[in-house]
């Protein structure tokens, strides 16, 4: 094992030369900006009454047809014009990190590349200034392009029907765990139990309780996984049934899959799948050759349309047959004339759990995941899955040999390990990840999953280099060595090199402060 | 393959690194009936200038609203959106962030969370408002289960003037959450009487302004009963630009204000992404579902922002939290913040009062199209036609002259023969007098 000091050094950047930034980093400025972090006063203090970034004629002259309801006072907005509001965006833009600028190796989100070509056709007329409601006969190729979306689910997940229009991961949750209630349901068999493991997203336990579910706890085996007899022993006549994550969260497969998917079935239950990591084993392998019944994919993940800084997302849903009929509305069927949007629940739409959202679905998603897979390809998914598992390996044994995995072995596309590494040196999970920050990196996924103590979940992606990972595996390696030479001071610091330093969170909970309120007193004691 | 930066080289001296002969023993764990030889059944790897011609082709069997005369509304409306505003968006650490777990490296984002939940809670007249829900439709449903939590109720009532597809989402949440819905029909061009409805197992009357027919309505005294009955007033807004002029849902007494951003910062998208917008009493707030940012501190005192309550939320509370959503619409709020910024205040009146213009001018043209009746007294944007004969055909008809006339009522409620004669058009400052002109004579055309 090397120092930290040499682990530092090792990271130098040959090309630049820069060494380590040790200096120069406490020295003030009169304006508080730093360089090319400049500091940004919030829209609302940089009022120009009546002022206006866009140029709008008056209305001509017209008689009122608002009955009186006309606003009494001023909506208190503020005016700037368009180079301010440029300027204060972009300054607020360099004030993040994103996978565009680096490693964002949070573990369970994917964060990969997002491709620009999918960003253009996103934007295309034909798609972005097309309105839900026009006459079929206008939005034959927007109906084409879902069709072919769903097409390439399909054939990817081997099961026969996908639910297009959630919104994200969670709304794709309640979609699967609606149909099958209501499969329940119209079979006469009212169950109560939803069968949740403890390494599950917190998504899954919210959704089987937004289903009016009660939720039973399965916990892990020594190996990470579900812990079988704990499963069958769990499940009975009142199980509805179970969500499981595979790869789970633990970034492990479910070596045992085909059995508790048997023992789920042989107890009258459905087996419900968190889908959130299908990057792992997209193109390698599908989810109904494990016998799932029911599968939500986050096109945000897999399929790289960008998260945004917190959405939009979109959650389509496969479905197996006994479930396709409950899909929620609307679908599209082909017809001798062509493909039709099925909107209302009559006909052969009657078991329908109903409309999950307002319109279509994700169209603007839809565009850019489909692009997504054309460019890969059968060939390139499959190619994905295998460099996003080759990477988390690569970092796994770059790494283990001195941060403590939490489950020995290979892994699929993310890697977990826990804090005994940390274990007396003073320093925290947390810690550990703020001083990351001050590496040029993205903290990988804190505290989760649960089922071990202090985790750390890192998922690099397919998109990262050997040389990205190499630099990470040393600045982990390097940040391990100097929290075991007892250096804990310069971690409880960190991060010093952000916009911000560490940020009080408890005290955000305890005073809440949700908005900007006209009060000069308050805005000032603040600053 | 372009997206992927490991090279054939790279990859042999990762597996030896690993120590696994090939990438086959690391998918070992994958029961052997479950694993697939060969490819799955589908194109392989394309060119971006392939892809590009494959995905345009479809692109170009749609007709866009910006090529012909458009007057479709019902949710969506179709409004300029300044060119800075997608620039914006699309710089890269905006576009490619995540969710704000680790505030330092997301204060961008962050602020602008806090602008924008700024500037919902101003547009609503409300004291607090969210970092955004997925849509209106869902923000709606949620509207509904966060007044169950806060009065301990069960019943909604549902106005007929709520948009339709804003009702179902209703029922299918509520079909697996419990509760009651009171689902009143609707009832264009006349009003209802839900103050008679309310009762001491009412949680919330749910109303919409301008309500999906257009008409807009005073709900001050509906706030007065629901408040005396302990229900809580829950309004809906589709078009949030009417707020530009109309009286806020918080001057009319509103306890939650549900919207649909989109309108602003946002395009049609046939339908998605779009935001929706979440704003409630301050009082309220710990029922609350979806993001909220807050102001806070760093380490030397400075001012910064944090995600915060997150006590509601799945993430901690799981099975208890207030909502399962964890991913919501970040950047089109994103793109509602921006625009609104460039419209402010001055910008925000002018741009409702043009929408209002627009919609009076093309209404009192149609209303001369013999055997055309307008059905409403007060709107905005948008108003309800009773045509002499079933909407939808006119619509069609009007579509094979390169006219999108507006929404047949019918798309909406198929089962409703007494409103298939209805059509409910918008006009929004795209609209020309051109654009007029060619409905103006293509519907007279239509119906001689």
């Given at each position: 094992?090397?120092?930290?000091?040499?682990?530092?050094?090792?990271?130098?950047?040959?090309?630049?030369?820069?060494?380590?930034?040790?200096?120069?980093?406490?020295?003030?400025?009169?304006?508080?900006?730093?360089?090319?972090?400049?500091?940004?006063?919030?829209?609302?203090?940089?009022?120009?009454?009546?002022?206006?970034?866009?140029?709008?004629?008056?209305?001509?002259?017209?008689?009122?047809?608002?009955?009186?309801?006309?606003?009494?006072?001023?909506?208190?907005?503020?005016?700037?014009?368009?180079?301010?509001?440029?300027?204060?965006?972009?300054?607020?833009?360099?004030?993040?990190?994103?996978?565009?600028?680096?490693?964002?190796?949070?573990?369970?989100?994917?964060?990969?590349?997002?491709?620009?070509?999918?960003?253009?056709?996103?934007?295309?007329?034909?798609?972005?200034?097309?309105?839900?409601?026009?006459?079929?006969?206008?939005?034959?190729?927007?109906?084409?392009?879902?069709?072919?979306?769903?097409?390439?689910?399909?054939?990817?997940?081997?099961?026969?029907?996908?639910?297009?229009?959630?919104?994200?991961?969670?709304?794709?949750?309640?979609?699967?765990?609606?149909?099958?209630?209501?499969?329940?349901?119209?079979?006469?068999?009212?169950?109560?139990?939803?069968?949740?493991?403890?390494?599950?997203?917190?998504?899954?336990?919210?959704?089987?309780?937004?289903?009016?579910?009660?939720?039973?706890?399965?916990?892990?085996?020594?190996?990470?996984?579900?812990?079988?007899?704990?499963?069958?022993?769990?499940?009975?006549?009142?199980?509805?049934?179970?969500?499981?994550?595979?790869?789970?969260?633990?970034?492990?497969?479910?070596?045992?899959?085909?059995?508790?998917?048997?023992?789920?079935?042989?107890?009258?239950?459905?087996?419900?799948?968190?889908?959130?990591?299908?990057?792992?084993?997209?193109?390698?392998?599908?989810?109904?050759?494990?016998?799932?019944?029911?599968?939500?994919?986050?096109?945000?993940?897999?399929?790289?349309?960008?998260?945004?800084?917190?959405?939009?997302?979109?959650?389509?849903?496969?479905?197996?047959?006994?479930?396709?009929?409950?899909?929620?509305?609307?679908?599209?069927?082909?017809?001798?004339?062509?493909?039709?949007?099925?909107?209302?629940?009559?006909?052969?739409?009657?078991?329908?759990?109903?409309?999950?959202?307002?319109?279509?679905?994700?169209?603007?998603?839809?565009?850019?995941?489909?692009?997504?897979?054309?460019?890969?390809?059968?060939?390139?998914?499959?190619?994905?899955?295998?460099?996003?598992?080759?990477?988390?390996?690569?970092?796994?044994?770059?790494?283990?040999?001195?941060?403590?995995?939490?489950?020995?072995?290979?892994?699929?596309?993310e890697v977990l390990f826990d804090d005994r590494f940390l274990k007396d040196t003073g320093v925290t999970t947390l810690d550990f990840a703020k001083a990351l920050i001050d590496e040029g990196f993205h903290p990988?996924?804190?505290?989760?999953?649960?089922?071990?103590?202090?985790?750390?979940?890192?998922?690099?992606?397919?998109?990262?280099?050997?040389?990205?990972?190499?630099?990470?595996?040393?600045?982990?390696?390097?940040?391990?060595?100097?929290?075991?030479?007892?250096?804990?001071?310069?971690?409880?610091?960190?991060?010093?090199?952000?916009?911000?330093?560490?940020?009080?969170?408890?005290?955000?909970?305890?005073?809440?402060?949700?908005?900007?309120?006209?009060?000069?007193?308050?805005?000032?004691?603040?600053? | 393959?372009?997206?992927?930066?490991?090279?054939?080289?790279?990859?042999?001296?990762?597996?030896?690194?690993?120590?696994?002969?090939?990438?086959?023993?690391?998918?070992?764990?994958?029961?052997?009936?479950?694993?697939?030889?060969?490819?799955?059944?589908?194109?392989?790897?394309?060119?971006?200038?392939?892809?590009?011609?494959?995905?345009?082709?479809?692109?170009?069997?749609?007709?866009?609203?910006?090529?012909?005369?458009?007057?479709?509304?019902?949710?969506?409306?179709?409004?300029?959106?300044?060119?800075?505003?997608?620039?914006?968006?699309?710089?890269?650490?905006?576009?490619?962030?995540?969710?704000?777990?680790?505030?330092?490296?997301?204060?961008?984002?962050?602020?602008?969370?806090?602008?924008?939940?700024?500037?919902?809670?101003?547009?609503?007249?409300?004291?607090?408002?969210?970092?955004?829900?997925?849509?209106?439709?869902?923000?709606?449903?949620?509207?509904?289960?966060?007044?169950?939590?806060?009065?301990?109720?069960?019943?909604?009532?549902?106005?007929?003037?709520?948009?339709?597809?804003?009702?179902?989402?209703?029922?299918?949440?509520?079909?697996?959450?419990?509760?009651?819905?009171?689902?009143?029909?609707?009832?264009?061009?006349?009003?209802?009487?839900?103050?008679?409805?309310?009762?001491?197992?009412?949680?919330?009357?749910?109303?919409?302004?301008?309500?999906?027919?257009?008409?807009?309505?005073?709900?001050?005294?509906?706030?007065?009963?629901?408040?005396?009955?302990?229900?809580?007033?829950?309004?809906?807004?589709?078009?949030?630009?009417?707020?530009?002029?109309?009286?806020?849902?918080?001057?009319?007494?509103?306890?939650?204000?549900?919207?649909?951003?989109?309108?602003?910062?946002?395009?049609?998208?046939?339908?998605?992404?779009?935001?929706?917008?979440?704003?409630?009493?301050?009082?309220?707030?710990?029922?609350?579902?979806?993001?909220?940012?807050?102001?806070?501190?760093?380490?030397?005192?400075?001012?910064?922002?944090?995600?915060?309550?997150?006590?509601?939320?799945?993430?901690?509370?799981?099975?208890?939290?207030?909502?399962?959503?964890?991913?919501?619409?970040?950047?089109?709020?994103?793109?509602?913040?921006?625009?609104?910024?460039?419209?402010?205040?001055?910008?925000?009146?002018?741009?409702?009062?043009?929408?209002?213009?627009?919609?009076?001018?093309?209404?009192?043209?149609?209303?001369?199209?013999?055997?055309?009746?307008?059905?409403?007294?007060?709107?905005?944007?948008?108003?309800?036609?009773?045509?002499?004969?079933?909407?939808?055909?006119?619509?069609?008809?009007?579509?094979?002259?390169?006219?999108?006339?507006?929404?047949?009522?019918?798309?909406?409620?198929?089962?409703?023969?007494?409103?298939?004669?209805?059509?409910?058009?918008?006009?929004?400052?795209?609209?020309?007098?051109?654009?007029?002109?060619?409905?103006?004579?293509?519907?007279?055309?239509?119906?001689?």
């Open positions: 094992m090397t120092g930290w000091r040499q682990a530092l050094s090792a990271t130098r950047d040959q090309t630049t030369g820069a060494p380590p930034a040790e200096t120069g980093s406490d020295m003030a400025t009169m304006t508080g900006n730093r360089g090319l972090q400049i500091e940004e006063k919030l829209l609302f203090e940089q009022d120009s009454p009546g002022h206006c970034g866009v140029d709008l004629p008056e209305a001509l002259q017209f008689r009122s047809r608002l009955g009186g309801l006309e606003r009494d006072a001023p909506i208190g907005l503020p005016g700037l014009s368009e180079p301010q509001i440029v300027r204060h965006f972009t300054r607020l833009s360099q004030k993040n990190y994103a996978i565009d600028s680096g490693l964002y190796p949070l573990g369970s989100c994917t964060m990969k590349h997002n491709p620009r070509l999918n960003e253009k056709l996103a934007r295309l007329p034909g798609f972005a200034d097309l309105h839900p409601l026009q006459p079929a006969t206008t939005v034959a190729g927007a109906l084409e392009l879902i069709d072919t979306l769903a097409h390439w689910l399909k054939l990817l997940t081997g099961m026969p029907a996908v639910a297009l229009s959630p919104a994200a991961g969670a709304h794709g949750e309640l979609c699967g765990m609606m149909t099958i209630r209501a499969a329940l349901t119209a079979s006469g068999d009212a169950r109560r139990r939803i069968l949740v493991p403890e390494s599950a997203h917190g998504t899954n336990p919210a959704t089987a309780a937004a289903c009016g579910y009660a939720i039973d706890s399965i916990p892990a085996n020594p190996r990470g996984r579900v812990d079988l007899a704990a499963l069958k022993a769990a499940l009975g006549g009142d199980v509805a049934a179970l969500m499981l994550t595979n790869p789970n969260t633990c970034g492990l497969f479910e070596d045992e899959i085909l059995e508790i998917a048997a023992a789920v079935h042989a107890a009258g239950a459905y087996f419900y799948c968190d889908g959130a990591n299908f990057n792992a084993i997209v193109g390698r392998v599908r989810p109904a050759d494990l016998g799932i019944d029911a599968l939500h994919l986050n096109l945000h993940k897999t399929f790289s349309t960008p998260h945004g800084g917190g959405g939009p997302g979109s959650g389509p849903v496969a479905l197996a047959a006994t479930l396709a009929p409950y899909a929620p509305l609307p679908w599209i069927v082909h017809a001798a004339d062509g493909l039709v949007l099925v909107e209302h629940a009559d006909g052969p739409a009657h078991h329908t759990i109903g409309r999950l959202k307002g319109f279509h679905g994700q169209m603007g998603m839809f565009v850019r995941a489909l692009a997504y897979m054309m460019s890969h390809g059968a060939d390139g998914l499959k190619q994905v899955a295998e460099d996003a598992v080759l990477n988390a390996n690569y970092l796994r044994v770059r790494v283990e040999p001195v941060l403590s995995l939490a489950y020995p072995g290979t892994c699929m596309h990988m996924t804190m505290y989760f999953p649960l089922v071990v103590h202090g985790a750390l979940l890192i998922e690099p992606t397919e998109t990262e280099s050997k040389a990205a990972l190499d630099q990470f595996a040393d600045v982990l390696l390097g940040l391990a060595a100097r929290a075991r030479a007892g250096d804990a001071a310069s971690f409880h610091a960190a991060p010093r090199l952000t916009p911000r330093r560490r940020l009080d969170e408890t005290n955000a909970a305890r005073k809440p402060v949700l908005r900007w309120r006209p009060d000069p007193v308050r805005t000032e004691a603040a600053e | 393959m372009r997206y992927l930066p490991l090279t054939r080289h790279d990859r042999a001296d990762m597996l030896a690194a690993i120590g696994v002969p090939s990438i086959d023993a690391l998918f070992a764990d994958v029961p052997a009936p479950a694993r697939r030889e060969g490819l799955v059944d589908l194109p392989r790897a394309r060119g971006e200038l392939e892809v590009d011609r494959a995905i345009a082709a479809m692109a170009a069997k749609n007709v866009a609203a910006g090529s012909v005369p458009f007057f479709l509304g019902g949710g969506v409306y179709r409004h300029h959106v300044p060119a800075a505003v997608d620039h914006l968006i699309q710089r890269g650490e905006f576009l490619t962030s995540y969710t704000p777990y680790q505030p330092e490296l997301a204060q961008g984002t962050l602020q602008a969370l806090f602008e924008f939940q700024t500037q919902v809670a101003l547009l609503t007249g409300m004291e607090v408002a969210n970092a955004s829900l997925y849509d209106g439709a869902t923000a709606c449903a949620e509207a509904v289960a966060m007044a169950r939590r806060v009065t301990r109720r069960g019943t909604a009532i549902l106005s007929g003037g709520l948009h339709p597809h804003y009702r179902e989402v209703c029922e299918t949440y509520g079909r697996f959450a419990g509760g009651g819905l009171a689902l009143q029909p609707p009832n264009p061009g006349s009003g209802e009487d839900l103050a008679r409805l309310v009762d001491q197992g009412t949680a919330c009357v749910v109303v919409q302004n301008p309500d999906f027919f257009g008409e807009v309505r005073d709900y001050a005294a509906l706030a007065q009963a629901c408040h005396a009955a302990g229900a809580l007033l829950v309004v809906i807004v589709t078009e949030i630009v009417s707020l530009g002029m109309v009286r806020s849902p918080g001057e009319m007494g509103a306890d939650i204000v549900a919207a649909e951003g989109q309108s602003i910062g946002n395009a049609l998208n046939f339908g998605g992404p779009h935001v929706g917008l979440f704003a409630s009493r301050d009082g309220l707030v710990r029922q609350m579902p979806g993001r909220l940012v807050g102001q806070t501190a760093d380490a030397e005192g400075r001012r910064g922002w944090v995600l915060t309550l997150s006590t509601r939320e799945q993430h901690i509370r799981r099975e208890k939290a207030t909502s399962n959503i964890c991913t919501n619409a970040g950047l089109c709020a994103l793109a509602f913040t921006i625009h609104l910024s460039l419209l402010g205040e001055a910008g925000l009146v002018r741009l409702a009062r043009l929408n209002h213009a627009a919609a009076v001018g093309l209404a009192e043209r149609l209303a001369t199209v013999p055997r055309v009746d307008l059905l409403n007294r007060n709107f905005f944007n948008e108003f309800t036609l009773r045509l002499p004969v079933p909407a939808a055909a006119v619509v069609d008809r009007l579509a094979e002259r390169g006219i999108l006339a507006g929404i047949p009522v019918s798309r909406l409620y198929p089962e409703r023969e007494d409103l298939a004669d209805l059509l409910l058009v918008a006009a929004t400052e795209t609209v020309t007098a051109d654009d007029v002109d060619r409905l103006e004579q293509g519907l007279g055309e239509v119906l001689r």
